[in-house]
Structure formats: structure tokens, C-alpha cells
């Protein structure tokens, strides 16, 4: 059985930093891109994030390039997502996703909320 | 504003069929296949569909279909349970990124 637990959400002030782990489980996790995808609160999903199985690609939302690190540790079947000057309009769930193929999402974690408030 | 466009709300009767839309544009639909996604009271989201093909566990009353820039969610036989929100989203090759429509609230009446 796939499993995505997520991990790291909390309370950040504006400006601060996150760093938010998925650990995978039940699928041989390098064989498989995953991506990050967020949900501000009374909204809809947003594409954040995406990396190869291999870690050697990646590519990240507009909103979020350049204060965004996606990274995995293959040899721990963990995804992560660094986010650094943290803004009010990142405050979401976020949410880890296993892809099918690359781009497309198979499954889902079950969230972890980032609240960014002074 | 969303990159794919879909209907705010649609609703049905049980038992009814309903088609959800999603339409977008060269860049992204018309070049890259469509998952959809089932979201219950704001929980997890969950896969239903992706192109054509049926996630183990989903029932075969949900299918997908794509015609140019537009694709298509159909429930037939709608049940109580698929009261939900429903989001597609692809990839998009000028913008190398993920995008995601706005989504659609389906209400069983």
C-alpha cells in the first residue's frame, strides 16, 4: 500500500523558513517523480512542485521559484521542500503526490499546514 | 486566474449522468493528458481519473475523454458520494509547469 506521510508544517513568520518532508512507502520511490501541491485556505489546488525520480530535474511554479528547494533523499524515501522568505500567500496545506508517469499525480499524502503570520 | 478553465458548479439527480469540462489551450491540454482529481470536504484530494485510464479502486462509472483543448470528466449513474469538488490539471510546456483549473463544486441533488 502507498504511503505519503508529510511532515514540518507549522507557524512561520513572514520571511522565515520551512523545511517540509514526505516520507514515502509501499512503491520503490526512485522509480517515481513526486511533486508538491498546495491549497491556501477556501481555495484551490496549486501546482508548487516537481522533481525526477533521480533528483536530477526540477521545476517549480512561478509563484515560488527562487525562495523554493525540492529535493529527495532517495536512500531514505523522503521528499522535501525548503521554502525560504516565507510570504502570507504561501500559508496553505500542502500536500506530497506520487506521479504516475512524471507530471501527473497517482496519489496523495494527506497534507501538512503551513501558516506564515506575524 | 487559473491556466484551465472548468464550470464553478454543476449538479445532477442520483442516478443521473453528468460531464464536468475542463478547457485550456495548445500549451497544455492539447498536448499533454489530463488527471482529475475528487476532493470530498476539503480532505486529501484523490485521483479518479488520468486520460482515459481508471485508477484501481475507482468505480467504472467515471471516464475521461479529450477532444483538441478541452477534456472531459463523466460520471454516469451519479451516487450520493460523488458530491465533491473536482479539479483537473496537466502540464504546460511554454510555462514548464504544472497548472491546475479552478475546479468544479458537483452537488447530487
Known amino acids: 500500500e502507498v504511503q505519503l506521510l508529510e511532515s514540518g508544517g507549522g507557524l512561520v513568520q513572514p520571511g522565515g523558513s520551512l523545511r517540509l518532508s514526505c516520507a514515502a512507502s509501499g512503491f520503490t520511490f526512485s522509480n517515481y517523480a513526486m511533486s508538491w501541491v498546495r491549497q491556501a485556505p477556501g481555495k484551490g489546488l496549486e501546482w508548487v512542485s516537481l522533481?525526477?525520480?533521480?533528483?536530477?530535474?526540477?521545476y517549480y511554479a512561478g509563484s515560488v521559484k527562487g525562495r523554493f528547494t525540492i529535493s529527495r533523499d532517495n536512500s531514505k524515501n523522503t521528499l522535501y521542500l525548503q521554502m525560504n522568505s516565507l510570504r502570507a500567500e504561501d500559508t496553505a496545506v500542502y500536500y506530497c503526490?506520487?506521479?504516475?508517469?512524471?507530471?501527473?499525480?497517482?496519489?496523495w499524502g494527506q497534507g501538512t499546514l503551513v501558516t506564515v503570520s506575524s | 486566474q487559473s491556466a484551465l478553465t472548468q464550470e464553478a458548479s454543476v449538479s445532477g439527480t442520483v442516478g443521473q449522468k453528468v460531464t464536468l469540462s475542463c478547457t485550456g489551450n495548445?500549451?497544455?491540454?492539447?498536448?499533454?493528458?489530463v488527471g482529475w482529481y475528487q476532493q470530498i470536504s476539503h480532505g486529501a484530494p484523490k485521483t479518479v481519473m488520468f486520460g482515459n485510464s481508471l485508477p484501481s479502486g475507482i468505480p467504472d462509472r467515471f471516464s475521461g475523454s479529450k477532444s483538441g483543448t478541452t477534456a472531459s470528466l463523466t460520471i454516469s449513474g451519479l451516487q450520493p458520494e460523488d458530491e465533491a469538488d473536482y479539479y483537473c490539471?496537466?502540464?504546460?510546456?511554454?510555462?514548464?509547469?504544472?497548472?491546475f483549473g479552478g475546479g468544479t463544486k458537483l452537488t447530487v441533488l
Open positions: 490539471s496537466t502540464w504546460d510546456y511554454s510555462l514548464s509547469e504544472g497548472v
Open positions: 495548445s500549451n497544455n491540454i492539447g498536448s499533454y493528458d
Open positions: 503526490a506520487k506521479a504516475i508517469y512524471y507530471y501527473d499525480i497517482e496519489y
Open positions: 522533481i525526477s525520480g533521480r533528483g536530477g530535474t526540477t
